[in-house]
Every structure is written in structure tokens, then in C-alpha cells.
């Protein structure tokens, strides 16, 4: 934290279009503000404040935001009753063409997170710089930190993206077994490297895996025993085909029922897509 004197003065202005945590301390009174100035609003309080005031010294302090790398998303919002987050990643590859779904099939011309505002270039940004920390060294110190900062108590690994490699899925094992309490899970189409590690026991009692339908190893999927998830036209077929609807609220594919089932909500037309091609889980029925 850094804390500097001024008057009625250029820097004392100048403190308040950081993009950070400001706050504008005088003896009891604080004026904050935890976003960028938006036009003079803040700024015009500060100066009819120091013209009340002039016989006082302002204190101003700058306290570097915590970039905050969990997110809540729409769907999520709606979950209500335990505190959930969502983690995501580029979908599919990155800019650079790194591979972050390496076994994305047919949900690769259909995914929901290569369309609409997942294109636009704040947003794009946004999951480029979360890709280069899951890659870097402090991963891990990092997302444990913000987990116990914001009281986490149930995190989705992937709105978009997945396991890409081993040496992730081990950084994110490390995570779940620093917060035990925490309820860990993941709808993934890295079906073998999954199974391997839960065969072995690596995988955390706190974590639950969702195979998807959809990718390169679809045949691994046992319909009968895992949990999985498939891509329905509309709710009425999903509930034919016997599975959860949770196209709406996510605590469903968490529930009793290990079949779980979504509406497409892609941009594109259903038709359009390779989901038509999905084998193996009545992905593909249309209600009649």
C-alpha cells in the first residue's frame, strides 16, 4: 500500500484514475471507489470535500486490485444456495493455436463458448490471460488464494476449455486437495486421461467429473455407470431420453441422475452443426 500528503493538488486528483481499489481517507470520513472513474462524478466530490475542509491534510491511499480470475456466469447466478464460480479458458484453441480442447469432435462447429460474446475481444482477452496463468508456476498459489478470498464454496472447472494435458489436471488436483471443502466439477471430453487417474485413485473425493458427449472418445463413455452429459434439440427430448434437465440450473448435474442433459443454445442453427453426428447418447432425437 502506498500512502502520499497533498493539498488541493494535482496528485491527489491523479490518485483517483487508477484502476484499482482507490479510497480517499479524511480523519472518519472515506470516500471509495472500486472501479475506473466514470466521468468526474468522484472526482468532483473529492474537490467540493477539500474546499470544505481546506484546513486539513487529505490522506490518499492506492490498494492494487486483486484481479479476480473466477467468474460468475449467467447460468451460474442462478444457482442458488451454495456459493459457485466458473472457471474458463479459451475454447477450442487459443489465438496462438494452442490446443486447449485437444478432444473436441463435434461440439467443436457447435460450441456455445466460439460464439456470440465469447468473440468479443474483452472477453477473448479475458480467457487469453487466464490460459497464461493455468500455464505458469503460480497457478495454483494463485486460484487456492482467490478461492479463500471469496469464500468459494462450489467451483465449475470450464465453462469453456478443458484438461488439456496432464500437467494441468495435476495443478488443478492440487487445488482441490488444499480446499477440501470445496466442491469441485467439470463437464470433460478428456474421457481415457480421466479414467486413468480415477482408476489410480488421483482424483479427489471433492471433484466431479462430467463426461461429455461430443468428442473423440465418446466410445468410452459408459452410458449405464458415468456420469455424463449430452446436447438435446429441446427439453422435451432430453426428458424423453431420461435425463436431467440441466440446461438451466447446474445443481441438476450434480443430483441422483448421472445422465445429464442440455439444450443446444448455440448462435448457430442446429443444422448447421456436427451435434446431428453424436452417437451413443440420444443426443440427437428431436422431440416429436
Known amino acids: 500500500m502506498r500512502a502520499t500528503k497533498a493539498g488541493l493538488s494535482v496528485k491527489a486528483v491523479e490518485a ?36 470544505r475542509n481546506k484546513t486539513k491534510t ?29 472457471w474458463g479458458i479459451p475454447a477450442f484453441k487459443a489465438a496462438n493455436g494452442f490446443k486447449t480442447c485437444p478432444n473436441a469432435a463435434a ?3 457447435g460450441c456455445y463458448a466460439t460464439q456470440g460474446a465469447y468473440l468479443f475481444s474483452n ?20 486460484i487456492d488464494a482467490e478461492i479463500k478470498r471469496r469464500k468459494v464454496e462450489r467451483l ?27 466442491e469441485f ?12 487417474y480415477s482408476k489410480s485413485g488421483r482424483i479427489p473425493s471433492n471433484f466431479t467429473i462430467i463426461y461429455s458427449f461430443g468428442g473423440t472418445e465418446d466410445k468410452l463413455i459408459d452410458t449405464t455407470k458415468d456420469r455424463h452429459s449430452a446436447v438435446f434439440t429441446t427439453v422435451r427430448a432430453l426428458k424423453r431420453a431420461g435425463y436431467a434437465d440441466a ?7 450434480l ?8 439444450v443446444y443454445h448455440g448462435t448457430k442453427n442446429y443444422e448447421n452443426t456436427d451435434w446431428s453426428k453424436v452417437k451413443g447418447a440420444g443426443s440427437t432425437k428431436k422431440a416429436a
Open 16 to 51: 483517483l484514475r487508477v484502476e484499482s481499489t482507490t479510497s480517499i481517507s479524511w480523519n472518519t470520513k472515506t470516500l471509495t471507489t472500486s472501479n475506473p472513474l466514470k466521468g468526474n462524478t468522484m472526482l468532483t466530490k473529492l474537490l467540493n470535500y477539500l474546499k
Open 247 to 253: 440446461h438451466l440450473n447446474d445443481s441438476v448435474a
Open 123 to 142: 472477453v477473448a482477452k479475458v480467457f487469453e490471460k487466464r490460459l497464461a496463468l493455468a500455464l505458469s508456476d503460480s497457478f495454483v498459489s494463485t
Open 255 to 262: 443430483g441422483e441422475n448421472h445422465r445429464i442433459g442440455l
Open 107 to 109: 461440439c467443436a462447429k
Open 156 to 182: 465449475r472447472i470450464h465453462d469453456s476449455g478443458d484438461f488439456f494435458n496432464a500437467a494441468y489436471l495435476e495443478k488443478w488436483i492440487a487445488i482441490m486437495k488444499a480446499n477440501p471443502n470445496v
Open 58 to 86: 487529505p490522506v490518499v491511499e492506492e490498494k492494487t486490485n486483486v484481479y479476480d480470475y473466477l467468474t460468475r456466469n449467467s447460468k451460474i447466478r442462478k444457482m442458488t444456495g451454495v456459493k459457485t464460480f466458473n
Open 185 to 196: 466439477y467439470a463437464y470433460s471430453k478428456m474421457v481415457s486421461m480421466l479414467k486413468t
